[in-house]
């Protein structure tokens, strides 16, 4: 009966892997950096800050959406209503994550209410009609799909698990802005 032999793997001679030991002496040289290690972009500052500008614009536009929520009014107010606290709270979540993956890169999230505004991408337009508070958040959100486009196309593949977490947060700004084209392409009044 002939036995099987089994290949052991072979590592490419061109491959650049660090060795075991190397690996080991580094996690433990700078335990205090958490998850930031040395292969990491070294340019993970100017990374921060573009997520921080990604954080402001979430929280603007939760406070714009949330305006909308309140003060929508009319016939058909009610739906609309509805789909401005469902994107609020869907942009909170958005915030989270990016406060998060800040800190995760040795950052600080900057909440600061007094600048929020000037750093976000997206404006604070309240809209008078309803038909026009529908007309700023898909402006605002036109706006979050080509930012986060950006940063997705400037991280690439040097930090996978922010540039993942920005493909799904871009994934949920596309469905937004399609969702108000359609609320606007049958809009009826006004």
């Known amino acids: 009966m002939a036995t099987a032999s089994i290949a052991k793997p072979t590592t490419p001679p061109d491959a650049t892997f660090t060795d075991t030991a190397t ?6 040289k700078h335990i205090d950096q958490g998850p930031v ?15 921080n500008k990604a954080l402001a614009t979430e929280w603007v536009c939760v406070l ?3 305006r909308h929520y ?3 009014e009319g016939l058909v107010s009610e739906p609309i209503k509805a789909h401005f606290l469902e994107h609020a709270n869907e942009e909170r979540a958005h915030a989270d994550k990016l406060a998060e993956r800040i800190v995760q890169l040795g950052g600080e999230p900057d909440l600061d209410p007094a600048t929020l ?6 404006e604070y337009q309240v809209g008078k009609t309803l038909k026009d508070m529908v007309k700023e958040d ?10 986060y486009r950006e940063l997705i196309a400037y991280v690439g593949d040097r930090d996978s698990t922010t540039r993942i977490m920005l493909e799904g947060i871009l994934a949920q700004e596309e469905d937004h802005a ?7 392409e049958g809009w009826q009044g006004e």
């Open 117 to 122: 505004t000037h750093r976000s991408h997206a």
């Open 70 to 72: 309140y003060t929508a």
């Open 138 to 147: 898909l402006i605002a959100e036109r706006i979050a799909v080509e930012a």
């Open 64 to 66: 714009r959406y949330m």
């Open 23 to 28: 690996l080991r002496a580094q996690a433990r």
């Open 178 to 184: 399609d969702e108000f084209r359609d609320l606007l």
């Open 37 to 51: 290690t040395q292969s990491f972009p070294k340019d993970r500052e100017v990374i921060i800050a573009q997520l």
